[in-house]
């Protein structure tokens, strides 16, 4: 596998862990705007070096989900922001153009701050 992005949460906000009982996490980076940062993982500044697709994994402290679905301005978003919605749900469409969709099955990912986030493909 080639890593294609790395990132590591630096803060978490009140209500981000909240989010994984529902089924997904979001990610913003350092200048994501008061109003969001309560719900959101803060990442480090981080850019990806090849497109996201299908069938890459996204890594969480060596734990490797199969991403399942990416919306269309996610990988922007997530390169120019921080920025992107995670939903485990193994969808293989995303109705969400900022969210990446990955399987976990029984065992969700549980990010902390100080949670290396890796994006690898093939």
Known sequence: MTEIYRT?????????????????????????????????????PAKTTATIEVGHRLVIDGR??????????????LDALGHVTVNVDGASNS???GAIHIGAG??????VVGSVLVIEAP
């Open 95 to 97: 109705k969400l153009g």
């Open 8 to 44: 590591t949460i630096t803060e978490a906000g009140p209500l981000a862990i909240s989010f994984i009982t529902e089924g997904m996490f979001v990610t913003f980076g350092t200048e994501a705007p008061d109003a969001l940062r309560e719900f959101c993982f803060i990442v480090s």
């Open 64 to 77: 490797s989900f199969s991403i399942t679905a990416i919306g269309d301005v996610a990988q922007r978003n």
């Open 106 to 111: 029984a065992y969700p990912p549980a990010p």
